[in-house]
């Protein structure tokens, strides 16, 4: 059998575990990123450039999202959409703050990454290559925020779990995906007591704090207005659950594709779409439910896995968030690579082996998007066979990673505890 010499294997390590060449690794990933959003200009900043126009408008006329009028993110979106245009007089400087703020953030997450375990360093080479596949769009949206947050909470969690649950909370309240880790954090407690102490008493702290600063403002009932903003919406192009109407509109000319000029986003239009919007409406929320359900159970079957169950469950409900999802933007999947970073570096002895080929899957799936986004969205929306193609295997590949992870949970839920029965309860 072919093996690797060993002094291969010494300067692999040694690569693989530098903290310096990770630094430098970090700062090339990130210029190119960079370089590359700069490079497709509008086509990434776009959103970005809408960020300054809320904050400006708010700055020059005292009228802002969630205190004036309803808004399509969360009250605590104000902090990131705000601080930029403090700091820069136009929308070029906006831009620069803006990508600089992103990157700061990221960079906070992959040092804690890196100085989890001894294998954060692995983790954090792995989460740069995740960067590079998914590409610009992770600077360009607000997800280049929560998802850095996501990470964070993800590698504190065993350890500090009430600070986890804050961090994520407060991610929530920017985008609601980070909500996924507060959930998998509540379902895995062990009693009433650890649970109101480490997951409910930080999480209603935090979300006090938002709303009341909020309703000081004078935004009211807007505080929550976020939770009703979708309900009128259709299937965005690119979603998973219109991977049918894409395909079918190659030989189906009646099916639409369409510029939605409210929200500025290409959705599919008919009667069917809409059907299958609404049905997500309530998928989306029993997914969740059911993931949680599942979760409680293998906590309480294997409590000595219960730090791998944190990380399985939070990737299966952010995956979940994305596959029952009627919006399907590309940075969507910006969320799944910290759950796959964290389990590499703190996967226990028996499940590490669980996350190498999902972590593989992830990487090709942030290529494909990259590829759908921003590469290929005119030949997309035009209906070219070849990224509709590409289109669908990623969808495909989203819905066998939700299928995987919920997999992997039901399983260590069903293994038997260590030898002769003994179990180690993992840490609060």
Same mark, same amino acid.
Request: net charge neutral.
């Given at each position: 059998?072919?093996?690797?010499?060993?002094?291969?294997?010494?300067?692999?390590?040694?690569?693989?575990?530098?903290?310096?060449?990770?630094?430098?690794?970090?700062?090339?990933?990130?210029?190119?990123?960079?370089?590359?959003?700069?490079?497709?200009?509008?086509?990434?900043?776009?959103?970005?450039?809408?960020?300054?126009?809320?904050?400006?408008?708010?700055?020059?006329?005292?009228?802002?999202?969630?205190?004036?009028?309803?808004?399509?993110?969360?009250?605590?979106?104000?902090?990131?959409?705000?601080?930029?245009?403090?700091?820069?007089?136009?929308?070029?400087?906006?831009?620069?703050?803006?990508?600089?703020?992103?990157?700061?953030?990221?960079?906070?997450?992959?040092?804690?990454?890196?100085?989890?375990?001894?294998?954060?360093?692995?983790?954090?080479?792995?989460?740069?290559?995740?960067?590079?596949?998914?590409?610009?769009?992770?600077?360009?949206?607000?997800?280049?925020?929560?998802?850095?947050?996501?990470?964070?909470?993800?590698?504190?969690?065993?350890?500090?779990?009430?600070?986890?649950?804050?961090?994520?909370?407060?991610?929530?309240?920017?985008?609601?995906?980070?909500?996924?880790?507060?959930?998998?954090?509540?379902?895995?407690?062990?009693?009433?007591?650890?649970?109101?102490?480490?997951?409910?008493?930080?999480?209603?702290?935090?979300?006090?704090?938002?709303?009341?600063?909020?309703?000081?403002?004078?935004?009211?009932?807007?505080?929550?207005?976020?939770?009703?903003?979708?309900?009128?919406?259709?299937?965005?192009?690119?979603?998973?659950?219109?991977?049918?109407?894409?395909?079918?509109?190659?030989?189906?000319?009646?099916?639409?594709?369409?510029?939605?000029?409210?929200?500025?986003?290409?959705?599919?239009?008919? =009667?069917? $779409?809409?059907?299958?919007?609404?049905? /997500?409406?309530? %998928? @989306?929320?029993? +997914? #969740?439910?059911? !993931? *949680?359900? &599942?979760?409680?159970?293998?906590?309480?079957?294997?409590?000595?896995?219960?730090?791998?169950?944190?990380?399985?469950?939070?990737?299966?409900?952010?995956?979940?968030?994305?596959?029952?999802?009627?919006?399907?933007?590309?940075?969507?999947?910006?969320?799944?690579?910290?759950?796959?970073?964290?389990?590499?570096?703190?996967?226990?002895?028996?499940?590490?082996?669980?996350?190498?080929?999902?972590?593989?899957?992830?990487?090709?799936?942030?290529?494909?998007?990259?590829?759908?986004?921003?590469?290929?969205?005119?030949?997309?929306?035009?209906?070219?066979?070849?990224?509709? =193609?590409? $289109?669908?295997?990623?969808?495909?590949? /989203?819905?066998? %990673? @939700?299928?995987? +992870? #919920?997999?992997? !949970? *039901?399983? &260590?839920?069903?293994?038997?505890?260590?030898?002769?029965?003994?179990?180690?309860?993992?840490?609060?």
């Amino acid at each position: 059998m072919w093996r690797v010499p060993s002094s291969n294997t010494s300067l692999l390590k040694a690569v693989l575990t530098s903290g310096w060449l990770l630094a430098l690794g970090f700062v090339v990933v990130h210029a190119w990123v960079v370089w590359d959003a700069v490079a497709w200009a509008y086509t990434i900043y776009g959103d970005v450039t809408l960020y300054e126009w809320w904050a400006r408008y708010g700055l020059d006329h005292d009228q802002w999202p969630v205190l004036d009028y309803d808004w399509v993110y969360p009250a605590l979106a104000l902090v990131p959409v705000v601080l930029p245009a403090l700091l820069a007089p136009d929308v070029l400087g906006y831009q620069i703050v803006w990508t600089a703020m992103v990157v700061l953030l990221d960079a906070v997450a992959t040092v804690v990454l890196a100085r989890s375990t001894v294998r954060g360093t692995v983790a954090a080479w792995w989460w740069l290559a995740f960067l590079v596949a998914l590409g610009p769009i992770f600077v360009g949206r607000l997800d280049g925020v929560v998802a850095p947050l996501i990470l964070v909470a993800l590698v504190i969690a065993t350890r500090h779990p009430r600070l986890a649950t804050a961090v994520a909370t407060a991610g929530a309240w920017i985008k609601i995906a980070p909500g996924a880790v507060v959930v998998a954090l509540a379902a895995t407690r062990r009693s009433l007591r650890d649970l109101l102490l480490h997951v409910v008493v930080p999480g209603a702290l935090v979300s006090a704090i938002v709303v009341w600063l909020a309703l000081i403002g004078g935004a009211g009932t807007r505080a929550l207005s976020v939770f009703g903003q979708q309900d009128s919406r259709t299937l965005q192009a690119e979603s998973v659950a219109a991977t049918w109407f894409s395909v079918v509109r190659l030989v189906d000319p009646t099916v639409r594709i369409e510029y939605n000029d409210v929200i500025f986003t290409y959705e599919v239009q008919g =009667a069917r $779409a809409m059907q299958v919007a609404d049905a /997500l409406d309530w %998928l @989306l929320p029993v +997914a #969740v439910l059911a !993931i *949680a359900a &599942l979760t409680w159970w293998s906590a309480r079957r294997r409590p000595d896995h219960v730090p791998d169950v944190v990380l399985l469950s939070s990737a299966a409900l952010l995956l979940a968030l994305i596959v029952f999802n009627k919006v399907g933007s590309p940075q969507f999947v910006a969320w799944i690579g910290p759950p796959l970073a964290a389990g590499i570096a703190l996967a226990g002895p028996g499940t590490r082996r669980f996350w190498w080929p999902p972590a593989i899957g992830v990487l090709l799936t942030a290529l494909a998007t990259q590829i759908i986004y921003p590469v290929a969205y005119g030949p997309f929306l035009n209906g070219d066979a070849w990224i509709v =193609a590409v $289109a669908a295997l990623r969808n495909a590949a /989203l819905v066998v %990673l @939700l299928l995987g +992870a #919920v997999w992997r !949970i *039901a399983q &260590l839920g069903v293994r038997e505890p260590a030898a002769h029965g003994q179990v180690v309860p993992s840490r609060p």
